[in-house]
């Protein structure tokens, strides 16, 4: 009972709590559109893995350009109100592409459009939000809220494809994306409510923090380059569910949206339990558990790639996304842990630009491999090649490196 009271230590905190909320009927709702707008290209393309992968591109190439930019506005303005004015923009713009559907004729350039214009926003957003978790629990329980964040992202993962399949399959896909529409309005309420003298912010925000401080400070820290390296090969040829999903649902087991949204669910249960095992960490993760949990990543995934049935499929996948989490998780910490402050914006700047940055990449690759071999083999080959470049990365991990706490992690 002590145990599980302990996970949950960050709800104690009002702030946390209510963004805790907020967040998580608005994920949910997010991971609602994702499913819909999905289905609606596969609907419009022709079962195209390449049209898929393009959509997935675009709502990722602005993290490429924009995110670096976006944790120097972390480190420099309130990042409660970045995070504010973001929710209402991407509100804003889910409202207007529900109504574009319901009211006009639709076409896949206007969903490349929304989805590029929502990437913008989202490379402001994502790491002004995980930068925000620390101001607003303190360094102590860091650990516990970064890993109640994954819990809510992947409790929205698990509830939001299985009702999207249901309300897709019922309503259609308009009114899943207007429901998202709405649920922005939690997100910032939760925001709203807070109370800004609880915020554990830096002590000041220096008008002069630029991109390229951050830059060096993270390579003068070999600790910090290792987990970002693995990060972004992860991203780049394991981290692609969003296209290979639908179509291992349509193509190859040829079921509807309901089996896809259970695909999307098995993924995001193993991914949830995972987040609430790290709930109980209080201690920077050494680089051994960073590169052990992606070992275990890229050997899951390669198997699902090789699953014959739907039911094994769904167990695979929550094997996975459990490792696929808990390296996540195991990076974020380890990164975050031993950053200082100052630099935090940036420096986690830099871990989204990378862990999101690689998608549109690797969302062109893999639908290039989902049309030409099939989605089984695209599955296989990104775990293949995470299993590759996690074996390189254990020939630099120390045999053994002592435990650093909290306070001990900063430099």
């Not at 910032?188 to 401080?213: N, Q, T, Y």
Request: aromatic share 8%; hydrophobic share 50%; with cysteine.
């Amino acid at each position: 009972m002590h145990t599980l009271k302990r996970a949950f230590d960050s709800l104690s905190v009002r702030n946390f709590r209510l963004f805790f909320l907020g967040q998580l009927l608005s994920v949910t709702c997010t991971w609602m559109m994702v499913i819909a707008q999905d289905w609606l290209v596969l609907e419009l393309s022709g079962d195209s893995g390449t049209a898929l992968g393009v959509v997935t591109a675009l709502q990722f190439t602005p993290v490429l350009l924009l995110t670096l930019y976006g944790g120097r506005l972390a480190d420099r303005h309130s990042k409660r109100r970045i995070l504010v004015l973001a929710n209402l923009t991407s509100g804003t713009l889910s409202l207007l592409l529900a109504l574009w559907l319901m009211l006009g004729e639709i076409h896949l350039w206007h969903i490349w459009l929304f989805a590029l214009l929502l990437g913008a926003v989202n490379s402001v957003e994502a790491p002004t939000r995980i930068a925000f978790v620390g101001e607003m629990v303190g360094n102590e329980l860091l650990p516990n809220a970064s890993a109640l964040s994954g819990a809510y992202f992947n409790a929205a993962r698990v509830a939001g494809p299985a009702a999207a399949g249901l309300l897709i399959a019922r309503l259609g896909v308009g009114p899943v994306i207007l429901l998202n529409a709405c649920s922005y309005l939690a997100a910032v309420a939760g925001l709203a409510l807070m109370r800004p003298a609880e915020l554990h912010g830096p002590p000041s925000r220096p008008p002069g923090a630029r991109i390229a401080d951050g830059l060096r400070y993270v390579a003068r820290r070999p600790d910090l380059v290792l987990p970002l390296t693995l990060v972004g090969v992860l991203g780049l040829a394991g981290f692609n569910f969003q296209l290979t999903l639908p179509l291992l649902a349509k193509t190859e087991f040829h079921t509807g949206s309901s089996a896809f949204g259970l695909l999307s669910s098995s993924l995001a249960a193993g991914s949830l339990l995972a987040a609430f095992a790290a709930t109980a960490r209080r201690t920077r993760p050494t680089a051994a558990v960073v590169t052990g949990s992606a070992l275990a990543f890229g050997a899951t995934e390669a198997l699902t790639g090789l699953a014959p049935t739907l039911p094994t499929a769904c167990l695979l996948l929550s094997l996975t996304g459990f490792a696929m989490m808990y390296f996540a998780q195991a990076a974020n910490h380890r990164i975050q842990l031993g950053s200082d402050p100052a630099y935090r914006g940036r420096v986690m700047a830099l871990f989204t630009l990378i862990f999101m940055g690689t998608t549109p990449l690797g969302a062109l690759l893999t639908g290039w491999l989902s049309d030409h071999w099939g989605p089984r083999w695209a599955l296989s080959t990104g775990g293949l090649l995470s299993l590759t470049a996690t074996a390189l990365a254990l020939t630099l991990t120390p045999a053994s490196e002592p435990t650093r706490t909290l306070d001990n992690s900063r430099t």
